[in-house]
């Protein structure tokens, strides 16, 4: 992709998300309840999607109200097994739903950066953690291309559905890979493709924005992991995450095309 073209996707896909911390502060919704923007101030709305992706009611009632807003397409701590005094970092960290149940799960001894790009999204998760008094989690703006983070200083990333949206996933995972301390730990979920997309859906700023458009051939990923330096690779589809996925863009036949999988790898 030329640099003019990134730089395009990279706002269409900071407006887009502005607009969602914006519309779900102002206590709007965006989009299909069940859709990768699918945010909402409707408690039982964003507490079915987060079920629906295996977040548990607990999960849903330790993080402050907003925190959950519907975003994601999986759920990558389930895979992290994430222990107590571990740095975690989260890629496109939005309101901080995974950031928070993440610093849970490390404790005080542990911390959770949460890396966003949209000013609005790190201004609402940093509200949400003073909130619910998180203090071992904090909130920087930057791109997962570029990460304000030190090398050698995470044990673990974790990411729900954002590594989709970037247009250099090359980069990105060479950046995880510099951030992560030897024997550290990539636990995503995100949407990949199954088959090429067509061309009108691939073009589509709004498919980019809503999770479809970005999304890569396992193949490729795998590739773009062993080459950034990555071992004990492991993408797993979930067929049944198209039930959810066909909602996103209802009529289009995107779940024909792309479906939701957990992406693990170590570095050595």
């Known amino acids: 992709m030329k640099p003019t073209e990134s730089d395009s996707v990279r706002r269409t896909v900071r407006e887009s998300y502005a607009k969602v911390a914006e519309t779900s502060d102002n206590g709007g919704c965006c989009g ?10 409707d408690v ?3 507490a079915l999607i987060s079920s629906r992706l295996g977040y ?15 975003l994601g397409c999986g759920n990558p701590r389930a895979i992290a097994a994430l222990r107590r005094g571990e ?12 950031a928070f149940l993440a610093a849970r799960e490390v404790g005080d001894n542990g911390r959770v950066i949460g890396v966003d790009m949209t000013p609005e999204m790190l201004s609402k998760a940093r509200r949400n953690a003073a909130q619910g008094r998180f203090g071992n989690v904090e909130f920087r703006l930057g791109e997962i291309e570029n990460l304000p983070v030190a090398d050698a200083s995470v044990d673990v990333i974790i990411s729900n559905c954002v590594i989709n949206l970037s247009p250099d996933k090359p980069r990105v995972f060479r950046e995880a890979w510099r951030v992560l301390k030897p024997g550290g730990r990539l636990a995503i979920s995100d949407v990949v493709a199954s088959t090429e997309l067509p061309a009108s859906m691939r073009d589509d700023p709004y498919l980019h924005s809503a999770c479809v458009a ?31 996925i066909k909602d996103w863009v209802p009529g289009s036949g995107v779940e024909d095309y792309v479906l939701s999988a957990t992406i693990e790898a170590v570095k050595p």
């Open 32 to 41: 299909e309840a069940s859709s990768c923007c699918g945010v909402s101030q």
């Open 214 to 244: 970005g999304a890569s051939l396992i193949g490729d990923l795998e590739t773009w992991l062993a080459d950034a330096g990555f071992g004990e690779i492991r993408i797993r589809p979930k067929d049944e995450s198209r039930n959810f």
């Open 44 to 46: 039982q709305i964003n």
């Open 87 to 98: 740095v975690v970092l989260d890629l496109g960290s939005g309101g901080g739903f995974d």
């Open 56 to 70: 548990s009611h607990q999960d849903q009632a330790s993080v402050p109200q907003g925190a959950d807003m519907g």
